[in-house]
């Protein structure tokens, strides 16, 4: 059985390697300007992201502890000193309801979120195009994929 997913895979090509590198190097462009512009606004990059994921939680989720480390892809005891830093920087504040934390933004963690997410708007109404051009070209060089999406739907 092994053998036989061997020969139907399809051998990686120059262009797909070129392209999935190109991908990423645009990623990695617009993730360090992010990080810059948080770091302008007075705030780090991780604390930009709490403030980002807590703006942007999906209305049905609580602001939780819990639901922003998800949100954030980290651990609940990183979220939580992460959480210390940013209140500590009176960007947002706690309240407990039984067993849960809730957080929430403070007027000042709104307008710094403001001024850096502007300015990566801004950045990415340039750079977004480039992405889509690069993600694009790597999705056309791989039409297995392509037919495996279409399936799935």
Known sequence: MASDAKTSMKAVTDSEYRALAEFRYHIRHYLDFSDQVARFAGIEPKQYQLLLALRGLPQELEPTVGSLAEQLRIRHHSTVELINR???KELVKR????SFVFVQLTKKGERVLERAVEKR???LRFAGPVLVDALQRLIRANPISNNHQRKKK
């Open 86 to 88: 940013a209140e500590t």
């Open 95 to 98: 309240s407990r309801s039984g």
């Open 121 to 123: 708007l801004q950045e």
